[in-house]
């Protein structure tokens, strides 16, 4: 069977994919790899980001790998936070949380929508693709809902009257920018049923 690696530490993920990809390729974490190290993620983009580590695991071993990054982007703050999602309080040396940091930042505005966009990078001995995902939906101004993480508990997708904190996650995975974008992976491969 095919075997990529997944260019993330977090089990989790490699797991939940290789459960939606039924053995048809297996993903491999970079713990079964033996590595330990840091990956470098410092672009200024999602797709710069996800290529970066997709290329640097690809470099070291010479195995076909597939790296992912994601944000948030809000319409009236200009995208952001975007590619600074996982980061935003700290880098502006702040002690709100990034839910109450966004709040803040969006309370004079009226337009409240955004999306998440989900970047998948495959790095092989042929090329480079990317494969995207993109959620849309509006930020709520009170949290709302306890599963997921990140931002979910403030993310309402279009069509939904709650937020992803609020739905159970096979939903979520369906209709997310995660799962889009695995879903058009999927394709290009024909990997679907
Ligand atoms: P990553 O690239 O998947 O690590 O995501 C970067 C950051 O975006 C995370 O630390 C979260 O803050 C946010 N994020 C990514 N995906 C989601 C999601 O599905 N729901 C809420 N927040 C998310």
Known sequence: MKKIVLATANQHKVK???????GKI?????????FDGEVPED?????????????????????????????LFVNALGG??????????????????NIDLLLKKLSPFEDRSAYFKTVFCLVTNNGIQ????????RIIKNQSGVGGFGYDPI??????????AAMDSLT??????????????????NLSD
């Open 16 to 22: 939940e994919i290789n459960q939606i990809l039924k």
């Open 172 to 189: 979520k995975n369906k209709i997310s920018h995660r799962g889009i974008a695995l879903e058009n992976f999927i394709k290009s491969f």
């Open 130 to 137: 990317y494969f995207d995902g993109i959620c849309k939906g």
């Open 43 to 71: 672009q200024i983009t999602i797709e710069g980001n996800a290529h970066q580590k997709a290329d640097f695991i690809f470099q070291k071993y010479g195995l076909a790998t597939i790296a992912e990054d994601t944000g």
């Open 26 to 34: 297996e993903f491999i974490g970079l713990d079964e790899l033996g």
């Open 155 to 164: 993310f309402t997708p279009d069509g939904y009257e709650i937020t992803f």
């Open 80 to 97: 952001d936070p975007g590619v600074y999602s996982a980061r935003y309080a700290s880098k502006q040396h702040s002690n709100l949380s």
